[in-house]
């Protein structure tokens, strides 16, 4: 059974930083591309960051310079350090997990996690 557990959502003050984790289980997970995405209601969910296997990071633009994305293999969890958040960035949180080998994808999603940035 597979299972992304995100965890390290919360309330903040803007200015402020969290950091965001995902323990995933069930999974290979050093051969998985991770990701974090956010969603608002009524939003279409958007990439924030993602850490590929080959620990290639990707950012939207929106987070470059603030957050930053890494993964302890070791440990199954993938993280998002966010510093000097905005109120622009509360969301729900969402981790995700996807590979693609030998012509099989899987894609797997964590339940999602509040930041809310206010003060």
């Known amino acids: 059974q597979v299972r992304l557990v995100e965890s390290g959502g919360g309330l903040v003050q803007p200015g402020g930083s969290l950091r965001l984790s995902c323990v995933a289980s069930g999974i290979a997970f050093s051969i998985y591309d991770m990701g974090w995405y956010r969603q608002a209601p009524g939003k279409q969910r958007e990439l924030v960051a993602e850490?590929?296997?080959?620990?290639?990071?990707t950012y939207a633009d929106s987070v470059k310079g603030r957050f930053t994305i890494s993964r302890d293999n070791a440990k199954n969890t993938v993280y998002l350090q966010m510093s000097s958040l905005k109120p622009e960035d509360t969301d729900v949180y969402y981790c995700n997990g996807k590979t693609q080998r030998f012509g099989i994808s899987r894609d797997y999603w964590g339940q999602g996690t509040q930041v809310t940035v206010s003060s």
């Open positions: 850490l590929s296997s080959g620990a290639t990071a």
